[in-house]
């Protein structure tokens, strides 16, 4: 019979309930018993969902995410969180985002705010993890009590478990080493802690490790692979069966390596290397088992079940038992039940499955596969009639946008002068002092905010109502910045729900869902839109609101957008044209946004670019048509401009030392990034490459409640004035201000005016 399994499942839980646990708890409302009973009760949950499945993931539950529970199960803590008392849940909080619950920190100042871990992307998702630290100094030392108590559940409940833990290899390669020594030379130490776990794995009976190394569809210098090769030869003596997960990629030159470890069982991404299928049979070994994943863990479009059997019957004719059936990847990025789903259009719906529905996609194949495809006719054939209307769905396709496109002209890309010509312009425009301070857009969501988001969605109160009591709060936000003595201003976002979703609300092309949240880090959880066809702007999005603002302070106030890159990257994207075309077809409808917000008298515009680099293939050979098209599209949205409006772009939480020179093609006149986590380490990137316009790193981490200190910002600005000119230099948080209170976000804001008028008294 065909095993099915899966890799990992979404666990913020259908109704979010780890996020409102998880922040009831960091706000000292509820108590740690109660967020591990919430955290039990999910897991519970999910298990019964997955009943059905041969063998069911445990441990991929995570209270933040999954490398950082790695980092405590191996015991590799932060210097400067090893002397914390306390519960662990505390200290794992601490290293996350700087502190813990508000009522841990009662017992003493010993238990304050330390720097959090830096965090970053998930290979090429909208995913984030704590990035693991390391030095030459570095010892590991197990600690399985996360892992062996949610298997002890699972034995109790009954589930066929699987345990998930992420590979020696790809843990290394995602952490910094924080003193400039070799990462590699950890190895062997790690191992020691890999085979511990391993062996304490086999006393509890288990017969499956699920082993996680990512890392396999990077390019990989000989180093790295021979350290691949070395590791699981270490572990090769494992009394459990390693079942070792790629995904997200295809293997190609490590495809020979990876057939070649000596482990059980290799899972390969058939959605993204399906290519790789017969190439990597011809090298396996005849005992080993082949999971291939079939069903699409990263997108919420149906399988075509037909077509996957095409090519899956005769592989399980060829391998037999040996062939296992999975999603893709962990389900962890898409939604947990489409049923819940009660006001997207039925056409649309029809197209979806989100996690529960994959699951039920595998089970027909499974079925299908071992019974013949009779014994599910009318599951393949409801599927069928999904699939071919959703190819001929007239929604899908407009002749109007398709034809744009074909025009598409590369002078829509260029501002009218270089940027020299264009930064004196806009200095006589907009006399700016030196370290002009700014924020990245958004400001608190307030409880009211949400209240009459929520009233007006009901319909339990009006249009106009809702315009008055957004315009209150951009009303608020406008007061809090002039008293700030803020120089540009933003007009808050209090009416937008998310910087991707309020735009895709208005473009056609889009679809929404009601419950369709996936986590992005923590409790931070996001509802991507659907782009399921063609796109268009049939009307203006956010002027008027900008307007307002605008007539409420005599000071610049900056429109606010969202980029075509992030907006695509940030969707669930169509599967059916390539992903550059539909991009394409969002900066036209963007500079629209543009330029008619210019039109408005706005003369500072921020086309957010958040998710550039996530969108970045995983090989680097790859990356220049990436880049191309995407710095492309930005472009075609920024730059029908003239030349005293500034044009200015925020991204967030990725590496960007990389790709510098693409983001100087961008031709932003301001940038502003993400540098306080990781303690101004972009800027190492400026030591080789002259960055040639503006630049705000941020000084701010909004991601924690820890206040900075106008020194502290004084320090970090300087430490950039080293490499950037300080006439060039902004100050700025690091991201929007929506997940922070007012009482965190005025003291913080205080303090980095405080520290740019510091600057420029010594200037």
Same mark, same amino acid.
């Given at each position: 019979?065909?095993?099915? =399994?899966?890799?990992?499942?979404?666990?913020?839980?259908?109704?979010?309930?780890?996020?409102?646990?998880?922040?009831? #708890? !960091?706000?000292?409302?509820? *108590?740690?018993?109660?967020?591990?009973?919430?955290?039990?009760?999910?897991?519970?949950? @999910?298990?019964?969902?997955?009943?059905?499945?041969?063998?069911?993931?445990?441990?991929?539950?995570?209270? &933040?995410?999954?490398?950082?529970?790695?980092?405590?199960?191996?015991?590799?803590?932060?210097?400067?969180?090893?002397?914390?008392?306390?519960?662990?849940?505390?200290?794992?909080?601490?290293?996350?985002?700087?502190?813990?619950?508000?009522?841990?920190?009662?017992?003493?100042?010993?238990?304050?705010?330390?720097?959090?871990?830096?965090?970053?992307?998930?290979?090429? /998702?909208?995913?984030?993890?704590?990035?693991?630290?390391?030095?030459?100094? /570095?010892?590991?030392?197990?600690?399985?009590?996360?892992?062996?108590?949610?298997?002890?559940?699972?034995?109790? %409940?009954?589930? +066929?478990?699987?345990?998930?833990?992420?590979?020696?290899?790809?843990?290394?390669?995602?952490?910094?080493?924080?003193?400039?020594?070799?990462?590699?030379?950890?190895?062997?130490?790690?191992?020691?802690? &890999?085979?511990?776990?391993?062996?304490?794995?086999?006393?509890?009976?288990?017969? !499956?490790? %699920?082993?996680?190394?990512?890392?396999?569809?990077?390019?990989?210098?000989?180093?790295?692979?021979?350290?691949?090769?070395?590791?699981?030869?270490?572990?090769?003596? *494992?009394?459990? +069966?390693?079942?070792?997960?790629? #995904?997200?990629?295809?293997?190609?030159?490590?495809? &020979?390596?990876?057939?070649?470890?000596?482990?059980?069982?290799? @899972?390969?991404?058939?959605?993204?290397?399906?290519?790789?299928?017969?190439?990597?049979?011809?090298?396996?070994?005849?005992?080993?088992?082949?999971?291939?994943?079939?069903?699409?863990?990263?997108?919420? !479009?149906?399988?075509?079940?037909?077509?996957?059997?095409?090519?899956?019957?005769?592989?399980?004719?060829?391998?037999?038992?040996?062939?296992? $059936?999975?999603?893709s990847c962990s389900l962890l990025h898409v939604p947990v039940d489409l049923e819940s789903e009660r006001k997207l259009e039925p056409d649309v719906k029809s197209w979806l499955a989100f996690?529960?529905?994959?699951?039920?996609?595998?089970?027909?194949?499974?079925?299908?596969?071992?019974?013949?495809?009779?014994?599910?006719?009318?599951?393949?054939?409801?599927?069928?009639?999904?699939?071919?209307?959703?190819?001929?769905?007239?929604?899908?396709?407009?002749?109007?946008?398709?034809?744009?496109?074909?025009?598409?002209?590369? /002078?829509?890309?260029?501002?009218?002068?270089?940027?020299?010509?264009?930064?004196?312009?806009?200095?006589?425009?907009?006399?700016?002092?030196?370290?002009?301070?700014?924020?990245?857009?958004?400001?608190?969501?307030?409880?009211?905010?949400? =209240?009459?988001?929520?009233?007006?969605?009901?319909?339990?109160?009006?249009?106009?109502?809702?315009?008055?009591?957004?315009?209150?709060?951009?009303?608020?936000?406008?007061?809090?910045?002039?008293?700030?003595?803020?120089?540009?201003?933003? =007009?808050?976002?209090?009416?937008?729900?998310?910087?991707?979703?309020?735009?895709?609300?208005?473009?056609?092309?889009?679809?929404?869902?009601?419950?369709?949240?996936?986590?992005?880090?923590?409790?931070?959880c996001v509802k991507p839109p659907i782009l399921f066809g063609d796109i268009a702007r049939p009307r203006p999005m956010t002027v008027e609101w900008i307007q307002y603002a605008q007539s409420?302070?005599?000071?610049?106030?900056?429109?606010?957008?969202?980029?075509?890159?992030? $907006?695509?990257?940030?969707?669930?994207?169509?599967?059916?044209?390539?992903?550059?075309?539909?991009? @394409?077809?969002?900066?036209?409808?963007?500079?629209?946004?543009?330029?008619?917000?210019?039109?408005?008298?706005?003369?500072?515009?921020?086309?957010?670019?958040?998710?550039?680099?996530?969108?970045?293939?995983?090989? +680097? *050979?790859?990356?220049?048509?990436?880049?191309?098209?995407?710095?492309? *599209?930005?472009?075609? /949205?920024?730059?029908?401009?003239?030349?005293?409006?500034?044009?200015?772009?925020?991204?967030?939480?990725?590496?960007?030392?990389?790709?510098?020179?693409?983001?100087?093609?961008?031709?932003?006149?301001?940038?502003?990034?993400?540098?306080?986590?990781?303690?101004?380490?972009?800027?190492?990137?400026?030591? @080789?490459?002259?960055?040639?316009?503006?630049?705000?790193?941020?000084?701010?981490?909004? =991601?924690?409640?820890?206040?900075?200190?106008?020194?502290?910002?004084?320090?970090?600005?300087? +430490?950039?004035?080293?490499? $950037?000119?300080?006439?060039?230099?902004?100050?700025?948080?690091?991201?929007?201000?929506?997940?922070? %209170?007012?009482?965190?976000?005025?003291?913080?804001?205080?303090?980095?005016?405080?520290?740019?008028?510091?600057?420029?008294?010594?200037?």
């Amino acid at each position: 019979m065909t095993i099915v =399994h899966n890799l990992g499942f979404p666990r913020i839980g259908a109704r979010r309930e780890l996020k409102f646990a998880l922040e009831s #708890y !960091w706000k000292g409302e509820s *108590s740690r018993d109660a967020l591990q009973a919430q955290g039990a009760a999910l897991r519970k949950v @999910h298990w019964a969902a997955q009943a059905g499945l041969d063998f069911v993931p445990v441990g991929d539950f995570s209270f &933040y995410d999954q490398v950082l529970d790695m980092s405590f199960t191996v015991g590799n803590l932060p210097e400067r969180v090893r002397g914390f008392h306390g519960d662990a849940l505390d200290n794992y909080f601490r290293v996350a985002r700087g502190r813990s619950a508000e009522s841990a920190e009662d017992h003493g100042a010993c238990c304050g705010g330390v720097a959090a871990g830096e965090m970053t992307k998930w290979f090429d /998702t909208n995913y984030h993890y704590i990035v693991p630290e390391f030095t030459a100094a /570095t010892e590991f030392k197990l600690d399985a009590s996360r892992l062996l108590g949610q298997l002890g559940e699972a034995r109790d %409940q009954g589930v +066929k478990a699987k345990p998930v833990i992420i590979g020696p290899v790809t843990y290394l390669s995602l952490g910094k080493a924080k003193d400039d020594s070799d990462k590699l030379a950890l190895l062997p130490r790690l191992l020691a802690v &890999y085979a511990e776990l391993l062996e304490v794995l086999a006393a509890q009976g288990m017969q !499956w490790v %699920q082993v996680d190394e990512p890392v396999l569809v990077t390019e990989l210098d000989e180093e790295w692979r021979h350290a691949v090769t070395n590791a699981y030869h270490e572990l090769k003596a *494992s009394r459990v +069966k390693i079942l070792l997960a790629t #995904y997200f990629g295809t293997l190609g030159e490590n495809l &020979y390596l990876t057939a070649k470890l000596p482990v059980a069982g290799l @899972h390969l991404d058939a959605v993204n290397a399906h290519a790789e299928i017969e190439p990597l049979l011809g090298h396996l070994s005849s005992h080993k088992v082949l999971s291939l994943g079939v069903v699409n863990g990263r997108n919420i !479009w149906k399988t075509d079940l037909e077509g996957v059997l095409e090519w899956l019957e005769p592989l399980r004719e060829r391998l037999g038992d040996r062939l296992w $059936i999975a999603p893709s990847c962990s389900l962890l990025h898409v939604p947990v039940d489409l049923e819940s789903e009660r006001k997207l259009e039925p056409d649309v719906k029809s197209w979806l499955a989100f996690a529960q529905q994959k699951l039920g996609e595998l089970e027909v194949l499974s079925t299908a596969l071992d019974h013949g495809r009779d014994a599910v006719g009318e599951e393949l054939a409801a599927n069928k009639v999904a699939i071919m209307a959703r190819r001929g769905s007239p929604r899908v396709n407009n002749p109007l946008v398709k034809a744009a496109i074909g025009k598409l002209d590369a /002078t829509l890309g260029r501002r009218k002068s270089a940027y020299a010509q264009r930064a004196m312009r806009q200095a006589a425009r907009l006399k700016l002092p030196a370290y002009p301070t700014t924020t990245i857009g958004s400001f608190p969501q307030t409880a009211e905010i949400r =209240h009459a988001r929520s009233e007006f969605k009901a319909g339990r109160l009006d249009a106009a109502g809702y315009r008055d009591a957004m315009r209150a709060e951009i009303g608020r936000s406008v007061r809090e910045q002039e008293a700030l003595g803020l120089d540009v201003l933003v =007009h808050g976002e209090a009416e937008r729900n998310d910087m991707v979703e309020y735009f895709g609300e208005q473009l056609e092309g889009y679809a929404f869902s009601q419950f369709g949240w996936v986590q992005s880090y923590g409790s931070r959880c996001v509802k991507p839109p659907i782009l399921f066809g063609d796109i268009a702007r049939p009307r203006p999005m956010t002027v008027e609101w900008i307007q307002y603002a605008q007539s409420l302070t005599g000071k610049p106030m900056k429109g606010m957008l969202t980029g075509p890159v992030t $907006i695509l990257n940030w969707s669930f994207v169509r599967d059916d044209q390539p992903r550059s075309v539909s991009c @394409h077809q969002l900066a036209l409808a963007m500079r629209e946004e543009v330029l008619d917000l210019e039109r408005a008298g706005v003369r500072v515009i921020q086309i957010d670019e958040a998710a550039l680099r996530e969108g970045l293939p995983l090989r +680097k *050979s790859q990356w220049k048509e990436y880049l191309s098209w995407a710095v492309e *599209s930005f472009r075609i /949205t920024a730059n029908g401009v003239a030349d005293d409006t500034q044009i200015h772009t925020h991204m967030c939480y990725s590496e960007f030392n990389d790709i510098i020179a693409s983001i100087a093609d961008m031709d932003a006149d301001v940038i502003t990034i993400e540098t306080s986590r990781s303690d101004m380490e972009l800027l190492d990137a400026f030591d @080789h490459f002259k960055y040639p316009n503006e630049i705000g790193p941020g000084v701010y981490d909004i =991601h924690s409640p820890n206040i900075p200190t106008p020194e502290h910002i004084v320090q970090l600005i300087k +430490k950039a004035a080293e490499r $950037i000119p300080a006439e060039r230099l902004w100050v700025n948080p690091d991201c929007g201000l929506k997940t922070r %209170q007012w009482a965190e976000v005025i003291p913080a804001l205080t303090n980095m005016v405080a520290a740019a008028r510091t600057l420029r008294n010594v200037a």
